[in-house]
């Protein structure tokens, strides 16, 4: 099992950016997908984008290609999401997410993930 932190949400103005990190601790051994999930008020929760821990390949949603970048410092068990070009629409709760085991697909499909943080809030006005 894996803990996750969450960290670097805020308010932002449409154009802006934001870095979000998540902090891991507990058995970081396994080299797992680690991804970043989003929910809005009263939406479903949805994936973001994901990196393999051990490999590096990422995967990320159409809704933020090109803008957000998911990235990892294996030293401090971290991995980070660069959001640029902000939206209103990317307005909602971001969640950091831990497969259980060794990552072998790079995956946004919820059910691949059991560890997941707290949140971090993202809100940005237009």
């Known amino acids: 099992q894996v803990q996750l932190v969450e960290s670097g949400g805020g308010s932002v103005q449409a154009g802006g950016s934001l870095r979000l990190s998540c902090a891991a601790s507990?058995?970081?051994?396994?080299?797992?997908?680690l991804g970043w999930f989003r929910q809005a008020p009263g939406k479903g929760r949805e994936g973001v984008a994901a990196i393999a821990t051990g490999g590096g390949s990422t995967y990320y949603a159409d809704s933020v290609k090109g803008r957000f970048t998911i990235s990892q410092d294996n030293a401090k068990n971290s991995v980070y999401l660069q959001m640029n070009s902000l939206s209103p629409e990317d307005t909602a709760m971001y969640y950091c997410?831990?497969?259980?085991?060794?990552?072998?697909?790079?995956?946004?499909?919820?059910?691949?993930?059991?560890?997941w943080g707290q949140g971090t809030q993202v809100t940005v006005s237009s």
């Open positions: 507990g058995d970081t051994s396994s080299r797992r997908c």
């Open positions: 997410a831990a497969s259980p085991g060794y990552c072998y697909r790079v995956t946004l499909e919820l059910f691949a993930y059991n560890d």
